[in-house]
């Protein structure tokens, strides 16, 4: 019989109090945490029908969907800080005024509301509804962890001082994504949320006109792209029109390697989308995603689960708020 020494079942004991201590810490968002939470309802499925409803009466909220997580998640966490309304929130800082999908948030949450109130938080409506938009939008779907907890609050200056900028550089955009657990493949997975959806001119005419105030156009830019964008955004004209990411003439709602293509034949449209094309770090990822069948279809949903842990806040800190724009109450 194997008799143990105190100090050994001390050690044993000791392991086993971290193991479990860990085991707690990585479950504390987990796949399935509402099942059973919510009488015999699927959380999830209800989720997804109210974001496929809307988006069979206006499938560009795909794009506004996936986008606002990315927002929210990179500005204080996954806590839903990029949802409450008020005069000086993160919603009011100029990057954000351009998110879009605010009302299918919700709508998703109204509709769990109606049945398991002040279960659901906004957080992890957000996150299923940006999973339920890549769904929708020809992406393959990805289980995703929950059991997030609402934020108490949300700050315009931290959403100016934390979203980048289009001009971002790639090497500045990695360390970015890796302060937030993010690796550099990560980084530009995840950047592939760009092969849905539209930007204004004034993010990239700089591109076409002075760029880096050399006078010139970005050299990179594929000759017939500089002038149809040029096109679509004259230097002098006082508008600022909406231009597809995806150059091809079907699929701007459609999520795909498409982008990563385009990249590779200097059609990229923002500055950081055409810097991982170029740029020796990125480079031979974003070949891999182009030309491996299946890839990025793997990583796309892979790494929005990762992105979905930034900053969350599980367990008893935070709260489930009633209405995603307001908290239920002040916290001090
Ligand atoms: C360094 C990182 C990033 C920068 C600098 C950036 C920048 C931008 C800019 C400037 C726009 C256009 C805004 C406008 O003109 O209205 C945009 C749109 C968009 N971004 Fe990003 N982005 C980044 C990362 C991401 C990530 C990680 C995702 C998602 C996983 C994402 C998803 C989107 C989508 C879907 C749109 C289109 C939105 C729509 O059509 O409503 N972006 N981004």
């Known amino acids: ?118 279960v659901v938080s906004c957080a992890d409506v957000l996150t299923i509804a940006a999973r339920s938009a890549v769904f929708l939008a020809g992406g393959r779907w990805y289980y995703v962890e929950t059991g997030r907890r609402d934020g108490f609050i949300s700050s315009r200056s931290e959403a100016l001082a934390n979203l980048p900028s289009e001009h971002i550089t790639t090497r500045d955009a990695i360390q970015l994504f890796a302060s937030r657990g993010l690796s550099k493949e990560d980084f530009v997975v995840l950047l592939g949320g760009h092969s849905v959806g539209t930007t204004h001119c004034d993010k990239f005419s700089s591109r076409l006109y002075n760029f880096h105030n050399t006078g010139k156009p970005d050299v990179r830019m594929n000759s017939g792209m500089l002038y149809a964008l ?55 990822i974003v070949k891999k995603l182009a030309y491996v069948p299946g890839y990025f279809d793997k990583k796309f949903g892979q790494s929005m689960v990762k992105m979905g842990r930034i900053g969350v806040i599980t367990g008893k800190q935070g709260e489930i708020r009633k209405y995603c724009g307001a908290i239920n109450h002040y916290k001090h």
């Open 230 to 284: 040029r096109r679509m955004c004259p230097r002098k004209s006082g508008s600022n029109n909406i231009v597809y990411f995806k150059n091809a003439p079907t699929g701007h709602y459609q999520i795909d390697n498409a982008y990563y293509k385009q990249l590779l034949v200097n059609q990229g449209l923002l500055e950081v989308d055409q810097n991982i094309g170029s740029s020796p770090l990125t480079n031979s």
């Open 1 to 118: 019989m194997w008799c143990a020494s105190p100090s050994t079942i001390l050690a044993l004991g000791l392991i086993l109090v971290t193991l479990v201590s860990q085991c707690y810490a990585n479950n504390q968002l987990y796949v399935g945490y509402y099942r059973g939470k919510c009488w015999q309802y699927n959380v999830e499925e209800i989720i997804f029908n109210v974001v496929k409803a809307k988006y069979a009466k206006d499938p560009t909220i795909v794009a506004g969907l996936i986008r606002l997580q990315f927002h929210d998640c990179i500005v204080r966490g996954c806590d839903a800080s990029v949802l409450l309304d008020g005069p000086k929130t993160e919603k009011t800082a100029k990057p954000n005024q351009s998110l879009k999908g605010f009302y299918v948030i919700d709508a998703a949450k109204e509709a769990v509301e109606r049945i398991c109130p002040g």
